[in-house]
């Protein structure tokens, strides 16, 4: 209840214009804790750098509530341009996209246009051999993810398109249970947006069980999964969950933020255990950082420490 209250603080003063200027003006700095950089090259050396701890890299390009059908192609493009970069690095394309700035909910000759720049995405990145993961924003946009994976998974193969269930809501056992024909590669989350209670679980510790329900699921049923938490105590459950039903080390990996548990990516990696983190990149940090710092009350000391240094 209380991480709610101020995971809801946090998310609306961060909401204020004018709090937004401040911090785009004076914490880039400290931004770049979580973001690797502002463009492809910033993303790529981020990817060779964790390389050499041998951890993974989901590349992610920032930009959220575009809303144009110009801007949403031109952030599709974008994405697409990324994946060529990747690929010409000699880096196996694995990026991850919010089907909202590539213009899910708008109609196009027909078409809801998230649908067809998604296709454009997953389809080059198959070309690639690389993997598409379709995050999950709010509740009103979870109907239509999914819906919109099934097609891209029908199209393209579950092994080059995944997606993310959220542990906070109430529903997402029925949705990992209608999914089950899929077989889908799903990343489980315990949820990041501000929701309300009527669709989400106000006490982490439900949110926490239904995390682990949701894990144990998945394995059982043999699909992939991408355990993608900092929560020590749940990656030591799953560590012992996997040695006791036999789950083989390469049909799950443990997904981490930039910038979040180093040490704890690091460990896991040389555990042997498959580790990828999360590299957000691009000019529109903000409501990607106002999230990070709503998770945690010690990262707003964090941030205001950066700002008074300038
Ligand atoms: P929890 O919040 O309980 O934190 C456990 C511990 O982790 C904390 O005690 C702290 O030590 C550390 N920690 C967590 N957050 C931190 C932070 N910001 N700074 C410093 N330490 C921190 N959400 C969503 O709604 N849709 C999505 O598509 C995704 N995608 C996604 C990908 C990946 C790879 C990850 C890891 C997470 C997401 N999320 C997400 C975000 C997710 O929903 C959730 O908000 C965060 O992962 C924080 O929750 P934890 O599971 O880490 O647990």
């Given amino acids: 209840m209380i991480d709610q209250m101020y995971r809801k603080a946090v998310l609306t003063v961060s909401g204020q214009k004018f709090v937004e200027d401040l911090v785009r003006s004076r914490a880039w700095s400290v931004a770049q804790r979580f973001v690797a950089g502002e463009d492809i090259p910033a993303a790529l050396q981020a990817v060779r750098e964790l390389e050499k701890d041998g951890i993974l890299g989901?590349?992610?390009?920032?930009?959220?509530?575009?809303?144009?059908?110009?801007?949403?192609?031109?952030?599709?493009?974008?994405?697409?341009?990324?994946?060529?970069?990747?690929?010409?690095?000699?880096?196996?394309?694995?990026?991850?996209?919010?089907?909202?700035?590539?213009?899910?909910?708008?109609?196009?000759?027909?078409?809801?246009?998230?649908?067809?720049?998604?296709?454009?995405?997953?389809?080059?990145?198959?070309?690639?051999?690389?993997?598409?993961?379709?995050?999950?924003?709010?509740?009103?946009?979870?109907?239509?993810?999914?819906?919109?994976?099934?097609?891209?998974?029908?199209?393209?193969?579950?092994?080059?398109?995944?997606?993310?269930?959220?542990?906070?809501?109430?529903?997402?056992?029925?949705?990992?249970?209608?999914?089950?024909?899929?077989?889908?590669?799903?990343?489980?989350?315990?949820?990041?947006?501000?929701?309300?209670?009527?669709v989400a679980m106000p006490d982490k510790a439900d949110v926490d069980a239904s995390y682990r329900r949701l894990v144990y699921a998945q394995m059982k049923a043999g699909n992939y999964v991408n355990v993608a938490t900092h929560d020590e105590s749940i990656i030591e459950d799953v560590k012992h969950f996997v040695l006791a039903h036999g789950i083989r080390k390469d049909q799950f990996e443990f997904q981490m933020l930039y910038g979040i548990r180093r040490d704890l990516q690091k460990e896991l990696a040389a555990q042997g255990y498959r580790v990828r983190a999360y590299i957000p990149y691009g000019r529109d940090w903000y409501a990607y950082f106002s999230r990070r710092i709503a998770e945690r009350p010690a990262n707003v000391l964090f941030v205001l420490r950066g700002m008074l240094k300038g």
């Fill in 58 to 198: 989901n590349l992610d390009l920032l930009g959220e509530f575009i809303d144009s059908p110009e801007q949403c192609n031109a952030f599709a493009e974008r994405v697409l341009q990324l994946l060529d970069a990747a690929n010409a690095a000699g880096i196996r394309p694995y990026v991850s996209v919010k089907l909202s700035s590539v213009g899910q909910g708008q109609l196009v000759n027909g078409e809801d246009l998230g649908l067809t720049n998604a296709r454009r995405i997953v389809g080059k990145a198959k070309q690639y051999g690389g993997f598409v993961c379709l995050d999950m924003e709010d509740h009103p946009r979870v109907d239509i993810t999914l819906a919109q994976f099934r097609t891209l998974v029908g199209e393209f193969g579950n092994d080059t398109v995944g997606t993310v269930l959220q542990s906070y809501l109430y529903r997402t056992a029925d949705d990992l249970a209608g999914l089950g024909d899929l077989h889908p590669n799903l990343r489980i989350v315990k949820g990041a947006y501000l929701e309300p209670e009527s």
